[in-house]
């Protein structure tokens, strides 16, 4: 079955320390978003890549790095600068330039800090 | 103003009950219109597309307003596992599909 697969599903962070959370798809779709979700808030885009090897800071990005060097891999590092990393991440994948197509998303990871 | 605004609700009605959202949207260069779905701290899924003529599927009905520049999304017969979060998504045409996501509505159908 097609779909993004996210891991891991639940992540601890130590203050100082840079984690890297993974999204891979198979639905061979050339675009691929990170999106932050905070209790009771609707989600903010904090990085997009429309290709390989190209990818645009969305609205949130200070403290977040990404890569794209494959099509079907989009990981995601939260740094130590981001000082208020808990939340909810999703990874989500579309066929990019065409506005009607919907985004699918991956099942989330977890994000707290110990 | 909020570019997609939803009222979070929550929106509590019986089982069997006919419960309808709104959700209004700022940019009217937006272009497509989606419902998705989210679970308590689960994915967004999509529910459904929007359509210019209104669309429907099973028990749900979605209808776009451009004039007014709102979306509502129609449920009929509420059964208890229509109980999540109900998001209004709004794509904006250009290279970078720009997406929006309002806040989401919340409903609880209720036994």
């Known amino acids: 079955d097609g779909g993004i697969t996210q891991s891991p599903k639940y992540l601890f962070r130590k203050e100082g320390q840079n984690v890297t959370l993974s999204c891979e798809q198979n639905?061979?779709?050339?675009?691929m978003y990170w999106y932050r979700q905070d209790p009771g808030q609707g989600l903010r885009l904090i990085y997009y890549?429309?290709?390989?090897?190209?990818?645009q800071k969305g609205d949130i990005a200070e403290g977040y790095s990404v890569s794209r060097e494959k099509k079907e891999s989009f990981p995601l590092t939260v740094t130590s600068a981001q000082k208020n990393p808990t939340a909810f991440y999703l990874c989500?994948?579309?066929?990019?330039?065409?506005?009607?197509?919907?985004?699918?998303f991956g099942d989330g990871t977890r994000l707290s800090i110990l | 103003r909020k570019e997609v605004e939803q009222d979070p609700g929550p929106f509590n009605v019986p089982e069997g009950a006919t419960v309808a959202f709104n959700c209004t949207y700022s940019?009217?260069?937006?272009?497509?219109f989606f419902w998705y779905r989210q679970d308590c701290r689960k994915e967004p899924k999509l529910l459904m597309s929007?359509?210019?003529s209104g669309n429907e599927d099973g028990r749900f009905t979605a209808q776009l307003n451009r004039a007014s520049q709102y979306i509502s999304l129609l449920i009929r017969d509420s059964k208890l596992s229509d109980s999540a979060t109900y998001l209004c998504?709004?794509?904006?045409?250009?290279?970078?599909?720009?997406?929006?996501f309002g806040t989401g509505t919340k409903l609880q159908v209720i036994p």
């Open positions: 989500a994948s579309s066929v990019p330039g065409q506005s009607n197509q919907p985004q699918h």
């Open positions: 639905l061979n779709h050339d675009a």
């Open positions: 890549s429309q290709i390989v090897n190209d990818f």
């Open positions: 940019n009217s260069a937006s272009q497509s």
């Open positions: 929007v359509y210019s």
């Open positions: 998504v709004v794509n904006q045409k250009g290279g970078y599909q720009k997406v929006t």
